[in-house]
DNA sequence: TTCAAATGTCTATTGATATAGACAACCATA
DNA sequence: TATGGTTGTCTATATCAATAGACATTTGAA
């Protein structure tokens, strides 16, 4: 791990958030694992070549995201240094892929609507704009912890009910199964990036100036009949995302 | 578009940091393209809830990025709005898919260097460690914008001389075919975001606080045998990408 | 020509950010 | 139990970010 190099000056983004991006990442790649700690704040102020309270104020907000813990007298150690792999294949599973790598896979069904297609949501599913689709608003959790939040669109009348499906299911595979559907394929996903809102923040549990990971994904079912559109934006510093062709 | 909503008071962001970007992704989801103008100042300090100072700071950054330019007693004016489509497919093509989307797609060779492949370079190419590999640094162009900064690998005694021809034909594709190599596929890529830091903030012409979209991706000849090893860093503003099963 | 609407510039004030230094409190261990 | 290394807290100061108000300058259209 040598050095971090120093921070450079930005105008508009605070400084302790620079470093305590920096910080995160270092924990994340493994550069601390020798000792399961942070270096002490003198020594990071010093690598970055600012104030050790600037440091503090990072480590604050570390500490507040839950991924290191302040000791007095001993030092900063690191709680959680995990990031999520998911996987996108033309199966796409997510609580499978999921299964090894966190004990408790969870997914909450925050609202549902039903309401008429947009013309976008028309587009992706093949209806015409102002038929009937079912909305469901869902938070995904990995061992209690928020991963992504999704916004998901459903042609109403063949799936009547996926919102009760869900909720008993905990993932949108067992609310297809329940309904009938036994097997789906993802037909497009888009991946883009970009800072968090409010609303995504609060579910999420992020931090301001968080990145979010957003994908809009589309899949149909084995004759390849559109059967959802979903647009899931997943806290970029929990979770990466694996293509494998 | 109706009204975009308030802003909401984030601490370690500066406020026109995050109504830039609020803007920026306005401009590119095309809510302005019936004027071709950013509404006027007052009007977006009114819809954000802020002074129309701190919006002026905003478009102040926006007009730096060259997204917008102001013009006294008219308005603002947008310049340029596109974000780029990267299809991540088995076949990688980048310059193919992109073709019409910008009229000049370039990629320059920064740096070339042969050195000895780390535990994690050697993994990925199925290589020993310390076995000869060569590196190149290379910039992506779209229009004379840089959109993506990527650190490539090669296996070194199949692939000498690839520096000079990527240089030659500024394509990872031209310069396998130059060598031999008429075709290969995408094994793997791993998509994740961070924030920019400061040499790709430099090459990639990005303000601070700038996010990036991170790939890292391994390709094979036709035979499953790794040729390539690469981590692309795209200023993510500019594009976004499909993946398509 | 006049006027309304838009951007450009200036001054002033408040709170957040960053630096600096000093010292207290706590922990592990020699 | 003494000591060195670490985090916790306090005070002070300078700069940046954001708000507020006033007015100048430019443009396009009535």
Redesign the interface.
Known sequence: MAGL?Q??R?????L???IA?RIR?AISSGAYDETGMVPPETVLALQFGVNRHTVRSALA?LAQEGIVRAVQGRGTLIERKE?L?FP???RTRFSAGIGDQAREMRGLLLDEAREEASAEIARWLHLKPGDQVIRLETLRQADKRPVSRATSWFPAERFAGIGAAYRKGESITKAFAELGLSDY???????????A??AD?ADLEL???A???ITKAMNTDLDGVPVQYSISRFA?DR???????
Not at 10 to 14: L, P
Not at 239 to 245: C, G, H, L, M
């Open positions: 190099k921070v450079q930005q105008t508009g983004v605070a302790w958030r620079q991006d990442e907000a990031r792999n996108i294949t033309k394929v993802r037909a497009t996903t888009e991946v883009t990036a970009a800072h809102g409010a923040m931090t301001p100036g990145i979010l990971l970029a979770v990466q995302f694996t293509i494998e062709n």
